[in-house]
Nanobody, 117 residues
């Protein structure tokens, strides 16, 4: 059974930090590219950050470059998103996403991030 379980969301004031975690099971995590997406009310889901299976390449949305950092620990089947200097534009449900070597995609249920303006 495939599972992606996010944690670490919550309420933080502007300028604060949160560290999201996503623990994966049921597929070969180390061979999968991992990403974080987010979706705010009334908006489409957007890609925030991506890390390839070897942790060599990372990509970020322009809106989070320099503030967010994606990383992974293949020994723990976990991907992280360190979010610094959070802004009122960042609140959303943040989703963990996996693409396996066989191009199968999985999503977590999401974790809420709230930044009051």
């Amino acid at each position: 059974q495939v599972q992606l379980i996010e944690s670490g969301g919550g309420l933080v004031h502007p300028g604060g930090s949160l560290n999201l975690s996503c623990v994966a099971s049921g597929f070969t995590f180390s061979l999968s590219a991992m990403s974080w997406y987010r979706q705010a009310p009334g908006k489409e889901r957007e890609a925030v950050a991506r890390i390839n299976r070897f942790s060599v390449a990372t990509n970020y949305a322009d809106s989070v470059k320099g503030r967010f950092t994606i990383s992974r620990d293949n020994a723990k089947n976990t991907v992280y998103l360190q979010m610094n200097n959070l802004r009122p534009a960042d609140p959303a449900v943040y989703y963990c996403h996996a693409i396996t070597s066989g191009e199968v995609q999985y999503w977590g249920p999401g974790t809420q991030v709230t930044v009051p303006s």
